[in-house]
């Protein structure tokens, strides 16, 4: 069955730095997701992206994030300067179709710790 | 804003008895319903989905849920559960008309021989 993939599964980087985080959507889906998971919360909407353009975001998703599809096959999260309380599992989605029925299939995450 | 509770943090059954997770929602508008599972250093695994039609939704690994309208929920179970069920269970809303998923803080399940 086909997966989204994320890399690295776990990133460490000092507070201020920026930060990339890759993943690899299923291959005929159009829709793509960001979520967190701060350690024992809930899972946190960060984004959405369609088209190549981000079609909702969450009060999280402020100036210091962006997300990319760069080429055809990879969707990325950039945290541009780093806070103490980005450390969290970030989680990648795809779905078929948006605004429908169909689930989004998560990846495996990325735990980032930021120093 | 469309949110979920999940009031229990923790659910402790026997196997081979029946097990419910309980998920109540507020949304504006007819909602989107999921439940995820989430096993130690994996992702969100789905798990079924209500849209429309019969309340009683059937999912992965014999896991089903009742959507009931009146009183906003939607509560997984399952008639028989298995030692391997024990996971973190997520149910989730979305509005028809929106991506924008929200999740509950999950309800840690834990079978015991």
Redesign the interface.
């Known amino acids: 069955e086909p997966e ?1 993939t ?1 890399t690295p599964s776990h990133q460490v980087t000092q507070m201020g730095q920026e930060v990339i985080l890759r993943c690899v959507p299923i291959s005929n889906h159009l ?1 793509f ?1 960001w979520y967190r998971q701060i350690l024992g ?5 960060l984004v ?1 992206f369609y088209n190549n353009e981000i ?2 975001k ?1 009060e999280i998703f402020d100036d210091q994030f962006s997300v990319e599809r760069p080429d055809g096959s990879n969707f990325t999260l950039k945290i541009r300067s780093t806070k103490l309380e980005d450390s969290a599992m970030y ?1 990648c ?1 795809s779905s078929e179709v ?2 429908g ?1 169909q ?7 990325t735990r980032l710790s930021i120093l | 804003a469309q949110s979920v509770a999940q009031p229990e943090d923790q659910v402790n059954v026997a196997e081979g008895n029946p097990l419910t997770v309980k998920c109540t929602y507020s949304v504006s508008g007819n909602p989107y319903l999921f439940w995820y599972v989430q096993y130690p250093n994996r992702g969100l695994q789905f798990l079924l989905k209500y849209i429309t039609g019969d309340n009683l939704v059937k999912g992965s690994y014999g896991f089903e849920a009742e959507f009931n309208k009146s009183q906003t929920s939607f509560h997984l179970k399952k008639p028989s559960a298995l030692v391997s069920d024990s996971a973190l269970y997520f149910c989730a809303v979305r509005r028809y008309n929106n991506n924008d998923m929200r999740f509950g803080a999950g309800t840690r399940l834990t079978v015991k021989p």
């Open positions: 989204v994320q829709y997701y919360q809930k899972v946190e909407f959405s079609s909702e969450s989680f989605a948006g605004r029925n689930p989004q299939h998560f990846g495996d995450g």
